[in-house]
């Protein structure tokens, strides 16, 4: 079973760009959420989708935005880029049933750095 | 807030030996959930195991367990018989509520990054 995809793995892009991450769940699994890793802030969580909706939501601005599609596919964008954007991007999916602990999956990443 | 605080930043271990990483969450939700994941070189978060807040034993997998100890807010990872391949960053993560329609997102503490020797 294949596990989550994300792409691109590396990403250089320069202040005031955008940029668009790519992720696929595995199959099966129709929750996916997103998540900055810095080293000064750690992991924080960006937002989640299920069922093509965003059900949750953390405390970044508005340039950063995402999407589901219906085969549970998503993308986030980063419009307007900064420096401080500069940080390892992580996807994750769940089945999200009533049974699972709630288990997150997560993709090797996208590493963005912003010059 | 949900808080998880990990406070050893890095940790050295022999290898074959036993090591505990230590974590400390705070909530004042009753129901929560506890995970520990791997992060090596490559990026991916890799998941160890889970704890409840209701379970009454100890989680175990294979050469990690989980020491929960409710009343003091802690849930230590226990790896037993370290192997070269367990040098990685290691984080605790909590379970936030879970609000209307979502299945709630992961707090992830700082990490420690356990070297294994040789």
């Known amino acids: 079973k294949a596990g989550v995809t994300q792409t691109p793995r590396y990403l250089i892009k320069t202040r005031g760009q955008q940029v668009t991450l790519s992720c696929s769940p595995i199959?099966?699994?129709?929750?996916v959420s997103w998540y900055q890793q810095t080293p000064g802030q750690g992991l924080q969580f960006l937002f989640e989708?299920?069922?093509?909706?965003?059900?949750n939501k953390g405390n970044f601005p508005g340039r950063f935005s995402g999407r589901q599609f219906s085969n549970s596919r998503s993308e986030m964008n980063v419009s307007t880029l900064e420096l401080g954007d500069s940080a390892l991007y992580l996807c994750?999916?769940?089945?999200?049933?009533?049974?699972?602990?709630?288990?997150?999956?997560f993709g090797e990443g996208s590493r963005l750095t912003v010059l | 807030a949900q808080k998880i605080t990990q406070t050893q930043p890095g940790m050295f271990v022999q290898e074959k030996e036993a090591v505990t990483l230590d974590c400390t969450y705070d909530?004042?939700?009753?129901?929560?959930?506890l995970f520990w994941y791997k992060q090596p070189s490559s990026g991916e978060m890799i998941f160890l195991i889970y704890?409840?807040?209701?379970?009454?034993q100890n989680a175990t997998e294979g050469r990690y367990s989980l020491n929960f100890q409710k009343a003091r807010k802690s849930a230590n990872l226990v790896i037993s018989a370290s192997q070269l391949g367990d040098s990685a960053m290691y984080f605790c993560?909590?379970?936030?509520?879970?609000?209307?329609?979502?299945?709630?997102?992961?707090?992830f503490g700082k990490g420690t990054k356990l070297s294994v020797k040789p």
């Open positions: 994750a999916s769940s089945p999200w049933t009533s049974t699972d602990t709630g288990e997150l999956f």
């Open positions: 989708y299920f069922s093509e909706t965003q059900r």
């Open positions: 704890q409840g807040s209701y379970d009454q």
């Open positions: 199959s099966g699994h129709r929750s």
């Open positions: 993560a909590m379970r936030e509520v879970n609000y209307g329609g979502s299945q709630g997102n992961l707090i």
């Open positions: 909530t004042s939700d009753p129901s929560y959930g």
